[in-house]
């Protein structure tokens, strides 16, 4: 158990399918991240939160709304994806907004599937 | 950007024997992390090394960094079947951008009984 959990842990959609991706760390860390991992691609960094403040969105497209109520909570909203959307989408935390100089602790992801 | 690169893609050795990845990176570095990736579960941190140390260990793991070559290593020895699992370094980020963690595609370790 590593303290993060993301619900659900699968999800198929069609293309106009609205649905969200929840994540909720029960750490008390400052800083929350949304990742996309596809086959065969290095780990893609999609946001960062810090103290509940987007502090990053790595050119991600306006399909992808993420929204942080608190320090525990991450939501991910999902609007007509494409199918190459499809992917695993990792939710991390951390204790403040630190690079490489602290660990991240993932959830187990959510496996999409656009139809 | 891609900054990590494993090496190799993949690795299959048998139950006992040690297994080594390493991890290539292009720019300088503050920090580096090594995690792990059980199929179909998120990533565990394993290790950070700094980048003015050498050398650190956590029990069966042994993680080397040489910023000179640009270059780090994990070493397991005694490997078990339930080390079967994606290894992936992670940098921060170039040009100072140290709140990013970059990752690189992994090594698949297969570990047969």
């Known amino acids: 158990e590593t303290g993060v959990t993301q619900t659900p842990r699968h999800l198929v959609m069609g293309m106009t399918n609205k649905k969200s991706l929840k994540c909720e760390q029960h750490?008390?860390?400052?800083?929350m991240y949304w990742y996309k991992q596809s086959a065969k691609k290095p780990l893609e960094l999609m946001f960062v939160y810090n103290f509940k403040e987007q502090t990053e969105n790595n050119s991600v497209p306006s399909r992808f709304s993420p929204e942080c109520p608190n320090s525990s909570h991450l939501f991910l909203h999902l609007h007509t994806l494409q199918p190459e959307d499809s992917a695993l989408y990792l939710c991390a935390s951390s204790q403040n907004r630190g690079g490489a100089d602290q660990p991240q602790h993932f959830g187990d992801g959510t496996r999409l599937s656009i139809l | 950007s891609q900054q990590g690169e494993e090496d190799p893609q993949a690795l299959s050795i048998q139950e006992g024997e040690n297994a080594t990845m390493n991890c290539s990176y292009k720019?300088?570095?503050?920090?580096l992390q090594w995690y792990r990736q059980n199929s179909g579960r998120g990533l565990v941190h394993l290790i950070l090394?700094?980048?003015?140390?050498r050398e650190k260990h956590s029990g069966r793991l042994r993680v080397t960094l040489d910023t000179s070559k640009k270059s780090s290593s994990l070493l397991i020895t005694a490997s078990r079947a339930a080390d079967t699992a994606s290894y992936f370094c992670?940098?921060?980020?170039?040009?100072?951008?140290?709140?990013?963690?970059?990752f690189g595609k992994g090594t698949l370790l297969t570990v047969n009984p």
């Open positions: 750490l008390g860390h400052n800083a």
């Open positions: 992670a940098t921060d980020g170039s040009g100072g951008s140290n709140y990013k963690l970059t």
């Open positions: 720019t300088s570095i503050n920090n």
């Open positions: 090394i700094r980048s003015n140390e």
